[in-house]
């Protein structure tokens, strides 16, 4: 039996002087009862609780620890850059480095700007596409989740429909008009919109994988097809990768998918750890930002030399090392069977759904396709599931809207840990 008797004590107090005790809401454990472990360390595979507890990861961060917890590859980078100090402010040698390495590994990137978060990197992509086209309104996609810039919290994934707040109190009516919503893979549905919105939409913006309804595969031409509607309609298709970026391929879902956007957000793995976004795209869209062009966008840490110094040491790892990708997909291969057949054996028919090194359980025995599909899932079972796994050990994200992410420290003997694991709390849950 895991006890947390710390983390308990650290939570009751953080609740005084943090919202929720959290400094973001899915870390709560608001969906799945229970009370937040508080980390004090991670290695590899493996995190670290104040009470001594040890957890394998499966969210890594959400994302960025694609090569384990404290990687040296990041790690030494990051000591080297310190003592040089921590920001200046003013351009950097490698900020130059990293644009250049990101435009050689992501297909529709030509220009680049840094940034530090998802969020400021889609609340930006959007306002580049409205500055370029000079039309208000963009298209986004029920159960996709883009940070929380106040015109994507309609319909939004993550942590605003695992909290019941999809549509956020505190956007403005002026807002929420300009963002329009389409169901995921339903390619009709966004050409409905476009015609009853026929010269007025600046960009369409969707994950193109997504992970924030849990993880959901775009449908055989889906992507193709609003590539061509916003050929066609003279729409900035905006992939928004924070997740799927350098995580499916090196380029991302748009190298594995063959799909080009015009624009591209990107965050986690681009900062090894360290708070990092980025978007890029046609060079003829990215002139538009300041000071190249009109469009303002800034940031005092962009660019910060520690983040810069995380993130080029990640990537170039990654662009160097290709087979890092065969290695993670290989040992989700063997997490997916192992599940599977721990469903057989209990004669469960639960959905998975996985992409590379990403996947989610859906307790549900419908396909998981968009966002209605997913909350057919029983959210009171995952609950008792997530919190069965955890009483084993395994690290799992508080919520069925989430997806999980696998490190490249995720051993074949740690692989068979978590498909134990997963057996003894299905049949503890079910
Ligand atoms: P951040 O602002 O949290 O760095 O990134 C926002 C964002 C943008 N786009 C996509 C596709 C994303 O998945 C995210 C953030 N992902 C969530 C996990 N579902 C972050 C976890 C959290 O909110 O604490």
Redesign the pocket.
């Given at each position: 039996m895991i006890h947390a008797p710390i983390s308990n004590e650290l939570f009751s107090r953080a609740q005084h002087s943090i919202p929720g005790g959290v400094?973001?809401?899915?870390?709560a454990f608001k969906a799945v009862g229970g009370n937040p472990r508080f980390m004090v360390s991670a290695k590899g595979a493996y995190m670290f609780d104040e009470d001594g507890n040890r957890y394998i990861d499966f969210i890594n961060s959400?994302?960025p620890m694609i090569l384990g917890h404290a990687s040296e590859v990041v790690q030494d980078a990051v000591q080297k850059a310190i003592p040089n100090s921590l920001s200046f402010g003013a351009p950097t040698r490698k900020e130059i480095e990293i644009a250049e390495l990101i435009i050689s590994m992501v297909p529709s990137i030509e220009k680049v700007r840094m940034v530090?978060?998802?969020?400021?990197?889609?609340m930006s992509a959007i306002r580049v596409a409205r500055g370029y086209t000079g039309r208000d309104k963009i298209i986004k996609f029920e159960g996709?989740?883009?940070?929380?810039g106040d015109s994507?919290l309609i319909s939004a994934?993550?942590?605003a429909i695992t909290l019941g707040v999809p549509d956020s109190p505190g956007v403005t009516k002026g807002t929420a008009n300009d963002t329009l919503t389409a169901p995921y893979n339903n390619l009709d549905a966004v050409k409905t919109l476009v015609e009853a919105n026929k010269n007025q939409i600046a960009a369409i913006i969707l994950?193109p994988v997504?992970?924030?309804m849990g993880l959901v595969t775009p449908a055989e031409g889906f992507l193709q097809g609003l590539r061509d509607l916003c050929d066609q309609e003279g729409i900035v298709l905006i992939f928004?990768?924070?997740?799927?970026g350098f995580r499916l391929a090196p380029g991302g879902a748009q190298e594995l998918y063959g799909v080009t956007p015009d624009m591209s957000?990107l965050?986690?793995i681009i900062g090894g750890g360290m708070?990092v976004?980025a978007y890029g795209g046609k060079k003829e869209i990215m002139d538009y930002v300041a000071p190249a062009g009109p469009v303002y966008q800034a940031g005092t840490l962009s660019g910060n030399p520690i983040a810069m110094a995380a993130g080029m040491a990640m990537l170039t790892y990654l662009k160097e090392n290709p087979e890092v990708y065969t290695q993670l997909n290989n040992i989700t291969d063997k997490l997916v069977k192992g599940m599977q057949q721990n469903m057989q054996q209990l004669g469960a028919t639960f959905t998975i759904n996985r992409v590379g090194s990403m996947f989610s359980i859906f307790f549900t025995d419908q396909p998981v396709t968009d966002f209605e599909s997913a909350k057919t899932s029983d959210t009171a079972l995952f609950g008792r599931y997530f919190n069965a796994m955890l009483q084993k050990g395994i690290y799992l994200?508080p919520?069925q809207?989430?997806?999980l992410f696998v490190s490249t420290a995720i051993t074949e003997s740690i692989a068979d840990q978590y498909i134990k694991a997963n057996l003894e709390a299905l049949q503890e849950s079910i």
């Open positions: 400094n973001s809401p899915v870390r959400w994302g530090n978060s998802g969020t400021e990197a889609t996709c989740y883009h940070g929380h994507f994934g993550s942590g994950e997504a992970g924030n928004d990768e924070v997740m799927t957000t965050g986690k708070p976004g994200a919520s809207y989430e997806a």
